[in-house]
């Protein structure tokens, strides 16, 4: 007879890297897992006739959308009469907004192609594969602190320096002082946000601080691009006017 | 005869036999069946966590960027059959869509919206995939598929801004390929061989048309076909384990 004991029993306190479980292997047996077991349907004809109903929501929605707007007609196609502004299609209106900053072939190429390359490489780079807290590590938190005002300030030199070196004397001053403090709202909101989840605690009572608190860096990288892309696109579609300067959405020009 | 016994009369005739190869009968065997015998359903596993159809983890993002390309292909095929691509008679249709043919400013109209909500499900998509994690391993290649799915969309809703040939889509397209101009060493050539030119034309028009209508649907829909059949390979749509 061995001294060995009969049972061993193991605890693991990390239950992200382990999930707690508790096993009691007796000799001559084995372990046995016994696996998460969800509910299945038959995917003919219950996931069938679920997608069968969404495609007729979109249907309907788009008909009424249809009925109740008449899609944009101009005039005939006229190479000699250019219009003012002469706008992109509206997802590529965030990109000319970039273009009335940078010269094309860093607002046109660089940042496009750098755009799509993140992310299609996302999945490769370990990214949120914990989906673990920015502030998780206590060590990381003067860093963190100190790179969300150095990241906003380098935003604002990115977009402010293009201003001062080519200088659009023509435009008047409110319109030089929205192209230079409109792009940095996105990046003031989420490093705002970011900076303020870091007083939440992720034990927090309240449900919105405690999610706020336990977002990973992936999280605030992806929602500064969200964010980004959506006020340059609505800057570029309801906001410019003639020789891209600043209008109201409600105002003919 | 009721409804129900002229069905199954009709499934257990020679020729439904034949086509479709299981007969009446509503087991889950005969269900099986009808995902593995179909061409297009088959891209599908037979079962489906009940979970994953449920709104909360998809909002239904991806079946909804899914039907607006299904009421695309369908819209577009119609207006094939009232379009030249022609200068100026692509706009002489357009006329002709606005007060000749019957419902056929609906008929753009829902083509017109359609792409424009593809465009923004597509995006919606991608994020709502990204904030809920469900790009990661295994997952990773159908993220990489799906983000050239968003590009090709971008890319077909591009190609048929021009078609309708007035000012709007002329400048659009015009202020859209000046950008490939800045691309260095090559950027001349690539704009010249999008155009057929160094200017929107005619040829122009006529390379669009044949790239919306043609090189770019064929592209989009092996890619979707890829996209759903990785869905399957790589264990299904994405559900968070319970918390207990």
Known sequence: MSDEPKERAELQSDVRKNPRRIAFITRRTSPQVRTQDDARVMTYPTALLKFIVVLQVAFLALVWWSLTVNAPLEGIADPMHTPNPAKAPWYFLGLQDLLHYFPPMVAGVLIPGLVVAALIVIPYFNINIEGRSIWAKPAHRPWVMAAVPLFTVLIFLLFAIPQFTHGDGALPAVDRFLDLFVPIVPTLLVGGALLLSSRYSPQSPKPFQRWLAGKPLSFWIMTWFMVELIVLTAVGTFFRGPGWSWVLPWRSY | ?244
């Open chain 2, 1 to 244: 005869m009721t409804i129900k016994t002229g069905f199954e009369r009709i499934r257990n005739s020679a020729l439904w036999r034949s086509i479709f190869r299981s007969g009446e009968g509503s087991s889950n065997l005969h269900r099986a069946q009808a995902v593995q015998q179909n061409l297009l359903l088959h891209l599908f596993s037979v079962k489906i966590r009940s979970r994953a159809l449920e709104f909360k983890p998809t909002w239904f993002l991806g079946a909804l960027t899914l039907s607006t390309f299904f009421i695309l292909v369908v819209t577009g095929i119609l207006l094939m059959f009232y379009y030249h691509p022609s200068v100026p008679q692509a706009y002489a249709d357009m006329k002709d869509l606005q007060f000749v043919v019957a419902s056929g400013v609906f008929l753009r109209n829902l083509h017109r919206w359609a792409a424009h909500a593809m465009v923004f499900l597509a995006f919606a998509h991608m994020f709502k995939v990204f904030y809920r994690g469900a790009y990661r391993p295994p997952r990773q290649f159908n993220w990489v598929i799906g983000v050239f799915l968003l590009l090709l969309t971008l890319l077909l809703s591009y190609t048929g801004y021009l078609l309708p040939w007035d000012q709007l889509s002329y400048w659009a397209v015009t202020v859209g390929s000046n950008i490939a101009k800045a691309v260095p060493l090559m950027g001349d050539k690539m704009r010249f061989l999008l155009l057929g030119g160094h200017e929107v034309n005619a040829n122009a028009l006529l390379r669009f048309y044949v790239l919306h209508c043609v090189i770019l649907p064929l592209a989009a829909v092996a890619l979707i076909g890829v996209h759903f059949w990785r869905i399957r390979k790589d264990g299904g749509l994405y559900v968070p384990e319970k918390k207990s």
